[in-house]
């Protein structure tokens, strides 16, 4: 598969002359303090929060796909490109670093240093699947696992396993179990001694 | 009729007067013409007095009477008759009017009569300005009675008699018979005329009187009763008015109850509002304030949440751990017991060995006594004898020197698979202990129990001395000799191994029968020890010997002890544990963290992004 590495180079466009600010193929944008975006999501809500939020993630996941269709396109990408892609994308929108942890056969996407901390986590559910039901093509759902500190830990799975998921965490259960749950049978597991 | 109608029906009348009285007549009617006209004179002379109020204008008194007619003046001459009595009529006229002296004031009844309904004062919101009259209307005109000639009188009529004529009269009485009758009447009514016309005159005054009072005091009845009419219609008014001002009063008291009521209403309206907007407003608060609170405690849950999971997943972390230092623990524990039952067989073998030593040495110490018995009683042949005893010692060192080959040989074949085995031993253990670190640090065996023994080290107890070794001189007895070691020593395994190293092992002198029968239960022992598998969960402890020769009499020592097997671990009897591995697939400048993950699964890579995101998608369907 051919890679296409990521260039943020004209990535955003600061267009003095006119006071824009421009995002590549994207409408003009603002520059927002994180604390009135705060602010503003604690009075508009959590579904408004969320509706901004996949807002800006299918942005993201349209120019993931735009970038990533000029090789094979998003799926037949590999993960790395897709993790570099994304992760550059969140990046310059400001959202944090983005990594990607493949436990078993789950999907966990982690964001690091996200501005909005943990009163972003929504938001950044909220981007994380607009912008991979954009690139993809399939609408994912995404579940906050965990935070320690400064890292954030999302699930991207199913319908089905997301409402176990929630489910287990609600009930207690920690994450690590949850992913565990979430493989189901215990065939894909081995001894620790052959691991 | 109103005013304007009966002025102009009184116009229509005296115009239709003057024009009868400007039409021609019979040839009689000159002498008639005079009396006509002079009574149209004395109409139109009265006319100048009886100045109509002007149309329009409502004179005081007016309404009912208002219409400025005099009546009273106006004569009528001509009445509507049928044609046979203008005749009569003209001798009326030119005889005093005989024919109707049934009717002196010649009213004619046929004649219409204006008659009109009072009007009736519309009612008005409003009271008229009513001048009230200041006294009662009094006729002033000087009632004029016409000193006619005595043939022509003329009737008083009153000022209802309208003179009404016909233009389709006709006369149809011939001039000469009308002459001669008119004649021979006014001959024959000459005398009674005077008379009667005096009578007439007279009754005609005083009634004319009379009808003047009775006129004047139904003029006085009438200007009174149009007074009380308008004091009445004063009153109505003035009560009209009050009660118009009543109602306009409570008009305007109903107007400023009811502005009051608006004002109050608006007001009330507008506190209302204000309430209402200030009960939305606090509504807008206190939801904004729930709103506050429940984004405040959804926080604090997630926060509380967070915390349970972090509190919840070191938990685990430490579960894990405790779990794994429980099985590390287990593991040294099994090893200690191992060790331990190691040790008690070591001591066992001692104690049999040294127990054997004992018997063995008592049995030496028989056969000694024994031996010096038969020397003693051989002493006496010992010249004799001498010979045959250094040819047993010969054959005797013979079978030492041969049996010692054969140990050396076997010891050799021993050393070299004591060293294979050790060699093996230190390779799996090298593996086991990468492997054991890669699991788990602490897990790994202590140390001591994993390095193979140092081949160096050997110990000074074990070597003789020079003096030692000298071989026993002649003429010494064999109870005064030191015992002689003339080959290895040979020590079970389990008694040489001890927690010292063997620092407490004492070497010991076996006579040369002892020696040969211990080499040979040590070629046995040695013969059925069965070389014991690397991964065989035990501990052996391998005495390797080595064979000084003769003259050094060096013997050395040494202790191979083969590293512990790794624990072993029951799988079937832990739990199961699905352990998940993260990969973890990072962008060039982010580094992956997987700290908290807690094991792993061999799961192939997916060969594409999509590949994964559909396996995950497909997770918990």
């Known amino acids: 598969m051919n890679h296409v590495p990521f260039d943020p180079s004209k990535a955003v466009t600061f267009d003095l002359t006119h006071g824009l600010v421009q995002q590549e193929g994207a409408p003009p944008g603002l520059i927002v303090p994180t604390e009135a975006l705060a602010a503003l999501a604690r009075v508009a809500g959590p579904e408004a929060f969320q509706r901004f939020g996949s807002a800006i993630g299918e942005a993201i996941g349209r120019r993931v796909a735009s970038r990533l269709a000029a090789a094979d396109g998003v799926r037949a990408a590999g993960v790395g490109a897709v993790v570099e892609h994304l992760g550059g994308e969140l990046a310059v929108t400001g959202l944090g670093s983005l990594s990607l942890e493949r436990w078993g056969r789950a999907l966990v996407l982690v964001v690091d240093q996200s501005p909005l901390g943990a009163e972003g986590d929504a938001l950044l559910e909220s981007v994380i699947e607009a912008a991979l039901e954009a690139a993809a093509g399939e609408k994912p759902c995404v579940i906050g696992l965990a935070r320690d500190g400064v890292r954030a830990r999302f699930l991207v799975t199913g319908h089905a396993g997301a409402d176990k998921v929630r489910a287990w965490l609600k009930d207690g259960v920690s994450w690590g179990d949850a992913l565990v749950r979430l493989h189901g049978s215990p065939s894909v597991t081995t001894p620790r001694g052959d691991a | 009729m109103n005013n304007a109608e009966r002025i102009t029906a009184l116009e229509g009348l005296l115009a239709r007067v003057q024009k009868n009285a400007a039409v021609p007549r019979s040839a009689l009617m000159p002498a008639v013409a005079p009396v006509a006209a002079e009574a149209k004179a004395a109409i139109f002379a009265r006319e100048p007095t009886k100045t109509p109020a002007p149309t329009g204008m409502v004179s005081p008194g007016a309404g009912r009477y208002g219409e400025p007619i005099e009546r009273a003046d106006v004569q009528h001459h001509l009445s509507k008759t049928d044609p046979g009595m203008v005749a009569a009529a003209f001798a009326l006229e030119a005889t005093s009017a005989l024919e109707e002296m ?449 003259p050094s009499r060096l013997l050395e020592l040494r202790l191979a002890v083969e590293p512990p097997p790794p624990p072993v671990i029951e799988i079937a009897a832990l739990p199961v544990i699905v352990d998940v591995a993260a990969e973890i697939t990072s962008r060039p400048a982010t580094a992956g963290d997987a700290v908290s993950f807690l094991g792993a699964v061999r799961a192939e890579s997916p060969a594409s992004f999509g590949a994964l995101f559909d396996e995950t998608l497909a997770l918990g369907g």
Request: avoid cysteine.
């Open chain 2, 102 to 550: 049934d009717d002196p004031l010649a009213f004619d009844f046929d004649e219409p009569t204006i008659v009109a309904p009072l009007p009736k004062i519309q009612p008005a919101l409003k009271a008229p300005t009513i001048t009230a009259p200041q006294k009662a209307p009094i006729v002033t005109a000087p009632i004029k009675v016409p000193v006619a000639p005595p043939p022509t009188s003329l009737p008083l009529v009153l000022a209802d008699d309208i003179d009404i004529s016909f233009d389709e009269e006709v006369t149809q009485e011939s001039p000469m018979a009308a002459a001669a009758k008119a004649e021979a009447e006014t001959e024959r009514l000459a005398a009674a005329k005077a008379k009667a016309e005096t009578e007439r005159l007279a009754a005609e005054k005083a009634a004319k009187a009379k009808a003047e009072t009775e006129r004047l005091a139904a003029e006085k009845t009438e200007a009174d009763r149009r007074a009380e009419e308008w004091r009445l219609l004063e009153v109505e008014a003035l009560q009209l008015e009050a009660e118009q001002s009543e109602r306009d009063q409570a008009e305007a008291l109903a107007q400023e109850a009811d502005a009051k009521a608006d004002a109050a209403r608006i007001a009330k309206a507008d506190a209302e509002k204000a309430n209402a907007e200030r009960l939305a407003r606090e509504a807008a608060e206190v939801s904004r304030l729930a709103k506050a609170a429940a984004a405040q405690a959804e926080a604090e849950k997630v926060q509380a949440e967070r915390l349970a999971k972090e509190i919840a997943a070191k938990a685990e972390a430490e579960r894990l751990a405790a779990k794994a230092e429980a099985d590390r623990l287990a593991a040294k524990a099994e090893a200690e017991r191992l060790a331990a039952k190691a040790e008690a067989d070591r001591l066992a073998a001692k104690a049999a060995a040294k127990a054997k030593a004992e018997r063995l040495a008592a049995q030496a110490e028989a056969e000694r006594l024994a031996a010096e018995a038969a020397a003693q009683a051989e002493a006496e042949r010992f010249a004799a004898e001498e010979q045959r005893l250094a040819w047993e010692v010969a054959e005797q060192r013979e079978r030492e020197a041969a049996a010692q080959a054969e140990a050396e040989l076997e010891a050799a074949r021993r050393a070299e698979a004591s060293q294979q085995a050790q060699a093996e031993a230190q390779q799996l253990a090298e593996e086991q202990a990468a492997a054991a670190k890669l699991l788990s640090v602490e897990e790994a065996p202590p140390a001591s129990a994993r390095q193979p023994r140092d081949e160096s080290r050997f110990d000074d107890m074990l070597v003789l001395d020079e003096e030692d070794e000298a071989t026993p001189a002649s003429g010494e007895v064999q109870s005064q000799r030191q015992p002689t070691i003339h080959d290895e020593l040979t020590v079970p395994a389990g008694a040489v191994l001890t927690d010292d190293w063997g620092d407490d092992e004492v070497p010991f002198v076996a006579p040369s029968a002892l020696l040969i029968a211990q080499a040979e239960e040590e070629r046995r022992i040695a013969a059925a020890l069965p070389i014991t598998p690397i991964d065989e969960p035990t501990v052996r402890t391998t005495a390797v010997r080595s064979i000084s020769p003769a």
